[in-house]
């Protein structure tokens, strides 16, 4: 199973790019790549989805480098309302066996500060 | 319904009593997750499943903990003789399908118990 390594936690101010980078050193031919965020008191939400190169939509982006070891999901001009934990997941969307697609790490508390 | 639902929101129980929680997906999801949360760490993988099939329940505790969805829709997580140590948030997912596009989970608000 692919895992996951991710910083702990970041600071960072209003206005300013925040990324988070994942390492998925085992990723496997058939895994894709999933970020979800946590807001307090909530259950996580999808955010993005990616298998190489480079995934935007209209809340971020999300960038995998062509050994797809590691992706960095990358928030534009973050505001105080972005301040979540974000959790990367890597698996084979394709299987039906549970695996590590469906599997949570610690994720990444994100403060984002006036 | 509109989003994931699930009831009760909040349970207090004694030690030794059973819980049953309660998940109510997104109508037409065939796939539906049970996760469990502590306090500042991520989203525990308990079990989920396709249809009334419960695909994998590798992430069960230990035999107090059982999961059914009988007619494939509403489906009851259960706990018997409950410990301290079942005290979380007890989230449940579902989406569309788990193998069919991007796989997104929708959760519900969770179901917060606590154990004395």
């Known amino acids: 199973l692919a895992k996951t390594t991710q910083p702990i936690s970041m600071d960072s101010y209003e206005g300013q790019e925040v990324n988070i980078t994942c390492s998925h050193n085992?990723?496997?031919?058939?895994?894709?790549i999933t970020w979800y965020q946590q807001f307090p008191s909530q259950g996580p939400r999808f955010i993005i989805q990616?298998?190489?190169t480079k995934v935007t939509n209209e809340v971020a982006s999300l960038f995998i480098p062509a050994d797809r070891k590691s992706s960095t999901l990358s928030l534009p001009r973050v505001s105080l309302s972005d301040t979540a934990v974000y959790y990367c997941?890597?698996?084979?969307?394709?299987?039906?066996?549970?695996?590590?697609?469906?599997?949570f790490g610690g994720g990444t508390r994100l403060m984002v500060k006036p | 319904g509109a989003g994931v639902s699930q009831s009760p929101r909040y349970k207090v129980t004694k030690r030794g009593q059973d819980v049953a929680l309660r998940c109510d997906p997104i109508?037409?999801?065939?796939?539906l997750y049970w996760y469990r949360q502590a306090l500042g760490q991520g989203p525990e993988f308990l079990t989920y499943f396709n249809y009334e099939a419960q695909q994998d329940k590798s992430g069960l505790p230990n035999d107090r903990f059982s999961a059914e969805r009988p007619e494939g829709s509403i489906s009851t997580l259960t706990i018997q003789r409950t410990e301290q140590r079942d005290s979380a948030m007890y989230r449940c997912a579902s989406s569309l399908f788990l193998g069919e596009g991007t796989g997104e989970l929708f959760f519900g608000e969770g179901s917060r118990l606590t154990v004395l």
């Open positions: 990616g298998y190489k």
């Open positions: 997941l890597v698996g084979d969307r394709g299987a039906l066996e549970a695996g590590n697609m469906l599997t």
């Open positions: 085992n990723i496997a031919t058939n895994d894709y």
């Open positions: 109508s037409g999801h065939v796939s």
